[in-house]
């Protein structure tokens, strides 16, 4: 089982759609959660950090439950340049930095 | 923002030569870098990590006499894939961790380079 498994998708919307993305992983120990954004054949990108007590920052929201270990992202007003892989991420505890990349989800969003 | 550079952006090579990837951190010092691998429509796995000084930590079934890393300065670690071979044809991204301040925790990641094997 992978550590950190995502709905590969593709999420094909219309813009100003609100679209969620759910995550989950195995790992229990593990402290710190994050949503990255991938584009084709770049490098990944910090989206945000994910706090047990749920975060938004503009459009997006991060949620975590830890009793059931699920992260989700919700994106509202869903513009063009969301279109993008995003990855859900787990630093386990005691890891030193490491990160557990999950595969991704792909979002197209169309005009 | 922390910058964190690689190079080459891409190579292709032909099987059984090697290739050296660097990373460097460009506006920061980074104690420990790491070292992914993405193949096409799959996550990122980490090859290994990598602190100033001392001899890379390397994640389970990554051949660290195939994958060789130097992490000789703060600012500097490099990725040498020896006699490479087709099925390493892949995205390599590094990344690096700031060593104080704002940036402490989180990893900065480099541009990736993609390596092609014939």
């Known amino acids: 089982r992978k550590e950190v498994e995502q709905d590969p998708g593709p999420f094909n919307v219309p813009e100003g759609a609100t679209v969620a993305f759910n995550c989950t992983y195995s790992?229990?120990?593990?402290?710190?959660f994050f949503w990255y954004r991938q584009d084709c054949r770049k490098e990944p990108k910090l989206l945000m950090s994910?706090?047990?007590s749920g975060n938004e920052d503009g459009r997006f929201t991060a949620q975590l439950n830890r009793a059931s270990q699920y992260i989700s992202l919700l994106i509202r007003d869903s513009k063009l340049s969301d279109s993008a892989t995003y990855l859900c991420?787990?630093?386990?505890?005691?890891?030193?930095?490491?990160?557990?990349f999950g595969a991704g989800t792909r979002l197209a969003v169309h005009p | 923002g922390a910058v964190v550079s690689q190079h080459p952006s891409w190579v292709i090579c032909k099987s059984g030569t090697s290739v050296k990837i660097e990373c460097r951190s460009l506006?920061?010092?980074?104690?420990?870098m790491f070292w992914y691998r993405q193949f096409p429509k799959q996550s990122l796995m980490l090859m290994a990590t990598?602190?100033?000084?001392?001899?890379?930590?390397?994640e389970q079934g990554v051949e660290k006499d195939k994958f060789l890393i130097n992490h000789a300065s703060l600012t500097l670690s490099t990725l040498t894939v020896t006699s490479a071979h087709p099925e390493d044809s892949s995205f390599y991204i590094c990344?690096?961790?700031?060593?104080?301040?704002?940036?402490?925790?989180?990893?900065?990641f480099g541009p990736g380079t993609r390596l092609t094997v014939l």
């Open positions: 991420v787990s630093e386990p505890s005691g890891g030193y930095n490491k990160l557990i």
């Open positions: 790992n229990s120990a593990s402290q710190s």
């Open positions: 990598s602190n100033e000084g001392s001899k890379a930590t390397y």
């Open positions: 506006d920061f010092q980074a104690t420990t």
């Open positions: 994910v706090y047990s």
């Open positions: 990344s690096a961790r700031g060593l104080a301040g704002e940036s402490y925790n989180e990893q900065f």
